[in-house]
């Protein structure tokens, strides 16, 4: 098992290198790249990234595991993130929270998404799916399949 | 209550996060102006209109601007902050997703005035589809040659409520952890890669363009003496209209949620508001009757204004389920850093917890503001003093519910 960015992250990495006073800059972008390109960052990813970035690995490692979007671990589900934060838990979140139960996907319970205004919300593949109910929450997984 | 658009004129028009739309409604007009301004007369105009901080802490932006060197071997940056993270904060994503060339706007004019030719906007990782959004218009304005010698680049969070304290960002855009650092003695500007940086949130940049374009009279024309001007106030929770409203400071809250949220949901009656972000603290009903929506009032009260995003409480609210809802938050996303905030924001989170499941004794309160005693002014950034006093302020408030909850 190996990594490498592929042709247009290459690309990109490129473009950022000169949108910043230095490499290490790009550590965050990189992990990114590394995730949408393999579903999760291997460890492999993570030595790629040092070496490409001129920054120890370890150091990646350390940011790679201090923020929540970042995953070490392969999923098969498909990942539903539910705020249950103030706002979307005073307008009904723990009821999505306990429909989502029924269904074959890899519930987070995360904080805050910016949705207070349109409570309750989920985050499926980066898009907010706002003002949910229990219906709309089967046809919108329904129509995501 | 009078109209008061300077940041969501445009967000009603359709259509209107793209250049055309933006352009026929008089976008990029002020740019002209900087043939005539120095970048010092710029800031000089910034500090006479009173713009405050629109991030949470409030403080006078002009006064930021001038600590940036007007002459520096070192290349000065602009970092605009949109890791709106903050619970019942939801007003950056409406700029950027419904006017972003207003923001683009007034980062030229802002880049010019502190001599820098490189904007960042570091973006939380959630908000990635509105991040495209402002992506696509930077991309247009450049397109259309709208950005001069200025490069603007888009910088991704990756999920940490931290990120949003401007020296946690300046860090993670340094592709590092999010952790804070510690204040200088006297006041200087920021440091990214050691070159003078100037942070600013979103909707402070954004309401640079009216100030230029108007003047710094016609700004202070809205708002109180104190805190000019207007704020992109918001309301979630048990309203009737939840959303981002725009008004003038100084308005009273009760006014503001009636009038643009339709007063409290369902009929019901109102027990509790948390002001501006769940960092603010909270009041009672009574005095959310009789508070002023401006930084002095509020401050009176001992409660803060914070980013405005105002949570509404109806009377069926358990006030010690929202505080163990708060407390979680603020467990999840200590960074870690310092000791009293790492491990005392799990011990309030169990505390409370315990009460909340009637577990609890009045010994558990006395300990809980123990710690939130102890949590307080012992530490690098404002995160650990935040919650101290959310749990000062919900226990002084409503101690009888947390007592009969024993």
């Not at chain 1, 723990?94 to 985050?123: F, N, R, W, Y």
């Not at chain 2, 207007?230 to 009737?240: I, K, R």
């Not at chain 2, 009636?258 to 972000?277: D, M, R, S, T, Y």
Request: net charge negative; glycine share 8%; hydrophobic share 40%.
């Amino acid at each position: 098992m190996s990594f490498s960015f592929d042709k247009a992250n290459l690309e990109h990495i490129e473009v950022l290198k000169s949108r910043y006073p230095s490499t290490q800059a790009l550590s965050l972008p990189c992990l990114w790249m590394a995730q949408y390109q393999e579903g999760y960052i291997t460890l492999d990813a993570i030595d790629v990234i040092s070496e490409t970035i001129d920054v120890p690995a370890m150091e990646i490692y350390r940011v790679a595991t201090f923020y929540t979007m970042f995953h070490l671990e392969p999923v098969t589900q498909k990942r539903v993130l539910v705020c249950k934060t103030l706002s979307c838990k005073l307008c009904g979140s723990e009821s999505i929270l306990e429909h989502l139960k029924g269904h074959d996907v890899l519930v987070e319970h995360v904080e805050c998404l910016g949705s207070c205004g349109t409570a309750p919300v989920m985050q499926i593949d980066d898009v907010n799916y706002e003002n949910l109910t229990p219906e709309k929450v089967d046809t919108i997984l329904e129509a995501l399949k | 209550m009078r109209e008061a658009l300077i940041v969501s004129r445009k967000f009603s028009l359709e259509e209107s996060h793209t250049l055309a739309v933006a352009q026929k409604h008089g976008a990029y007009k002020t740019l002209q102006k900087l043939q005539n301004l120095s970048p010092v007369e710029v800031i000089e105009i910034i500090k006479e209109s009173g713009l405050r901080g629109k991030g949470g802490g409030g403080a006078p932006a002009g006064n930021k601007w001038a600590l940036m060197p007007q002459e520096s071997e070192k290349p000065s940056f602009l970092a605009v902050n949109c890791d709106e993270s903050e619970p019942g904060t939801f007003k950056d994503r409406q700029i950027i997703t419904k006017d972003p060339h207003l923001l683009i706007e007034g980062i030229l004019l802002t880049c010019y005035a502190i001599k820098a030719k490189h904007a960042y906007v570091y973006i939380r990782g959630e908000y990635y589809q509105y991040q495209q959004v402002l992506q696509a218009a930077v991309d247009e304005a450049n397109a259309a040659g709208l950005l001069g010698d200025v490069e603007i680049t888009l910088h991704r969070g990756a999920g940490a409520y931290i990120c949003g304290e401007k020296s946690a960002l300046l860090e993670s855009m340094e592709g590092k952890r999010g952790h804070p650092r510690l204040k200088p003695k006297q006041p200087e500007p920021e440091w990214y890669f050691g070159n003078p940086t100037l942070v600013n949130n979103v909707e402070t940049i954004a309401s640079v363009p009216f100030i230029l374009e108007y003047g710094a009279e016609a700004y202070r024309s809205y708002g109180t003496e104190r805190s000019p001007g207007t704020l992109l106030f918001a309301m979630s929770g048990h309203v009737e209209r939840p959303g981002v409203y725009e008004a003038e400071f100084g308005v009273s809250m009760m006014e503001y949620i009636n009038h643009f949220g339709g007063g409290v949901k369902n009929g019901k009656k109102l027990k509790a508001v948390i002001p501006g972000g769940a960092s603010t603290g909270v009041l009672t009903a009574k005095e959310a009757e009789e508070v002023l929506l401006d930084y002095e009032s509020l401050r009176a009260m001992g409660v803060s204004l914070g980013t405005g995003g105002m949570i509404v409480m109806d009377e069926e609210t358990s006030m010690v389920a929202v505080l163990k809802n708060l407390l979680e938050f603020y467990h999840e996303e200590s960074c870690g850093q310092c000791t009293p905030c790492r491990e005392g924001t799990g011990w309030v989170d169990k505390l409370v917890g315990k009460i909340l499941d009637g577990r609890g004794s009045s010994a558990d309160i006395d300990e809980l503001l123990e710690i939130a005693e102890t949590m307080n002014g012992k530490t690098i950034c404002v995160f650990a003093p935040a919650v101290s006093a959310v749990i000062v302020s919900f226990l002084t408030r409503f101690r009888d519910e947390f007592e009969a909850a024993l």
